[in-house]
C-alpha cells in the first residue's frame, strides 16, 4: 500500500473511532448492518443515511429523490468463475442447435458443443453474445422470462453446489433493505441482461422489474397467428450496460443522478464518476474481492490475481483513493459472505 | 351510433346501475373523483380499483405489481392546436440559428423564421424531428433540462393564455392519484420527449422521472474539458415511443403489463392491446375530444372534425367497443376539465 492510501486508511479509521463514539452516546438499537465489520466501510453508509434523512441538515435530501444504484456482478451476488448469464447461454446451446442443426459446426457453437473446458473458457465476449442474440432471438418476451425461471430452480453453482440466486452477499442485502427502509428506491444497474435479471430481482433482492436497468436488447410488438399482440426478442443491442453505458442507462431509465452507486470492477467506475459529480453528499463503494477463502480473490489491483471476470485495475483502485470512494474488502468488512454461512 | 355499440352502453349504463347500488348500502365516504360525472367511465374506474385491490378476491392484484400507464397528450394535458414540445422546438429555432447561421436559408428552419403560420402549421413530422434533433445535439442534459424548466416558466398556451402545466386535466389528475392511493405505481407513456416531460412530471402529475417513459434520443458520456464527467444529447432516436414503439418502450423501462392503461388517439392503440393481453383484470380507456366549447373537438371517430393531432380513428373507437375498452367522454363524464374551472 503506497502512502496515501496509508494516510486514507487511517482518516478512515479516525471516522470510524468518531462514529463509534457517537454511536454509544445515542439510544440503543438494533444495528441495521449485523453482517458487516465495523470500520470504514460500515461507518461510511450509516454516515450516508444519516446525513441525507435527517430533516433540517444541510444535506438532507428529500425522499422523492432518494435513488441508489448497485451494480449486480460481483456487487451482489458472485460472478466467479464466470458470470452466471454465461452459464445459462451455454447451457441453452444444445436446445439451440436442436433447432437450427446448421449451428452444429459453426463457431462459437461447435465449441460449446464439444465440451472442451479449456475451448470454451477462451470464448470472447463477442463469441457469447453471439450466442446470445441466437438463444434469445424470436422468442416472445414471456418465453424467455420462462426459461430463464425454469433454468434457475435447478442450476447449482459449481463450486458450492448450490442454486447461483442463493450466492447473494449476505452484507448487501442489507444495506439494500437498510437503505430501503431509509426511503432510498434501489435500482440494479447491471451489465448483464435486463430481462435476464429481472426474472429473479424482486424476489432475491427486493427490486422489481422496473428497477433493474441491464443490457437490452431490442424487442418487436406483433401479432401472433391467432392476432393475438406478442413482444419478441431481437438480435440487436439497443443498450450496453458497462461503462460509459451504465451512467447513459441510467438517465435512459431513471432520468436522474444516484445519490450512491455500489460496483465492483472497472465496469462500474463512469457509473461511480457521474454519482460523484451530483451535488450535496453522494457515497461511492467498491467490493474488492480479497477473500480466496471464503470466496475468490481478483483485482489485479493491490497484487491480487489478475482476472478477465470482473477486473478491478490498481488504476481504479487509485481513482477510488484520490476521489474519496471506499472500497470494501470482503475479508476485513464482511463478517459473512452469504446467507447460509453460519 | 350503430346498434353493438348500444347495446354495450345500455350494459355500461346497468353496470353503472348496479354500481350506484352497491355505492349506496356501502358506509358513506369521500368522492375519490369529484370532478368526474356519475355513468359508466367512472364506474370503471371505481371499480377496477375494488376489484384489483380487495384481498382475497380472484382478481387481486398484490401491490408490488400494481403499475398503470397513461400516456401524455391529449389523455394528461391539452395537445391542441399543436403538441406543446412543438411549440417550445419551434420557440428554440431563434436561438439554434443564431449559432448556427448557415441554418437561416435551410429548410425547414427557413420556414419557421418566417413567421409564416400557415406554412409552419404544415410541416411535418420529419420536418419537426430535423428541428428537435437541431435544437438539442449537443446540449448537456442538464442544460436540456434547465433550458425546458425557464420555457415553461413564460410560455402561454394561445387560447387560455396560461402557462401550459396549467392545462392538464383535473379529472385526470384525479383518476393519478386515486390509482396511486390504492397502491398503483403511475408510469407516463408517451410519444413526446421522454427528457422533456421528465422536467415537469413530478410536479405537475405526482410522476418522478424515473416512471416516465418517452420518445428517446441516446445520449454520450464524456468528459468537459476540466475533466469532469457530462452526458450530452444526440440527434439518434434510441426509442420512438408512439404505436407500436409504446409496448416496447414499456418493457424496456418498466419490465411487465401494465393493469389499466390510459390513452386518446391511436398512437396509444397497441399499448391498449398489450395491456389487454395481460391475465385478470384490465382496464383500458381513451379520452374522446367531444367538446369544443370547454376544450376541443375532433377525431375523426362520430363524425368529429379530422385532426392530424392526436387522431382519434372510427376503426379505433370500433376497436374499443369491440375489445370492452370504455371511451371517456370530456363533454359527458367530465364535470370540470381544468384545475382552475369554477
Same sequence: chains 1, 2.
Avoid: C
Amino acid at each position: 500500500m503506497r502512502r496515501e492510501a496509508v494516510s486514507r486508511v487511517r482518516q478512515q479509521a479516525q471516522l470510524a473511532t468518531l462514529a463509534l463514539v457517537v454511536a454509544a452516546t445515542a439510544p440503543a438499537q438494533t444495528d441495521p448492518l449485523p453482517s458487516w465489520n465495523d470500520g470504514p466501510a460500515k461507518t461510511a453508509i450509516l454516515t450516508f443515511v444519516r446525513e441525507t434523512t435527517t430533516p433540517g441538515g444541510a444535506t438532507f435530501v428529500r425522499p422523492e429523490a432518494r435513488v441508489v444504484t448497485f451494480d449486480q456482478d460481483g456487487t451482489l451476488w458472485v460472478e466467479h468463475p464466470v458470470y452466471t448469464q454465461v452459464m445459462y447461454i451455454l447451457d441453452r446451446v444444445p436446445d439451440v442447435v436442436a433447432k437450427k442443426p446448421e449451428l452444429k459446426d459453426v463457431e462459437p457453437f461447435k465449441t460449446v458443443l464439444s465440451g472442451d473446458h479449456a475451448a470454451i473458457a477462451k470464448l470472447t465476449m463477442p463469441d457469447l453474445e453471439k450466442i446470445a442474440a441466437a438463444t434469445l432471438a424470436g422468442m416472445t418476451v414471456d418465453q424467455f422470462y420462462a426459461e430463464v425461471k425454469k433454468w434457475l430452480a435447478t442450476a447449482k453453482h459449481p463450486r458450492w453446489m448450490r442454486p447461483y440466486t442463493e450466492l447473494v452477499y449476505q452484507p448487501m442485502l442489507e444495506a439494500l433493505r437498510y437503505l430501503r427502509a431509509n426511503g432510498y428506491k434501489t435500482f440494479i444497474v447491471t451489465g448483464g441482461g435486463q430481462d435476464f435479471v429481472r426474472v429473479y430481482a424482486d424476489q432475491v433482492y427486493g427490486v422489481p422489474p422496473e428497477q433493474v436497468v441491464g443490457t437490452a436488447g431490442e424487442t418487436k410488438f406483433s401479432y401472433d397467428k391467432h392476432g393475438r399482440p406478442i413482444l419478441t426478442k431481437e438480435a440487436k443491442v439497443m443498450l450496453d450496460d458497462n461503462n460509459a453505458g451504465k451512467p447513459e442507462g441510467i438517465h435512459l431509465v431513471i432520468g436522474r443522478q444516484p445519490f450512491a452507486a455500489f460496483g465492483n470492477s472497472t465496469g462500474d467506475r463512469q457509473m461511480l464518476e457521474y454519482t460523484g459529480t451530483g451535488s450535496g453528499r453522494r457515497l461511492m463503494m467498491l467490493v474488492l474481492h480479497d477473500d480466496a477463502q471464503r470466496e475468490y480473490a481478483y483485482g489485479p489491483a493491490e497484487g491480487l490475481p489478475d482476472s478477465k471476470v470482473g477486473t478491478f485495475t490498481q488504476q481504479l483502485y487509485d481513482e477510488a483513493e484520490a476521489n474519496g470512494w471506499f472500497v470494501i474488502s470482503m475479508k476485513r468488512d464482511w463478517k459473512r459472505i452469504f446467507p447460509f454461512d453460519p
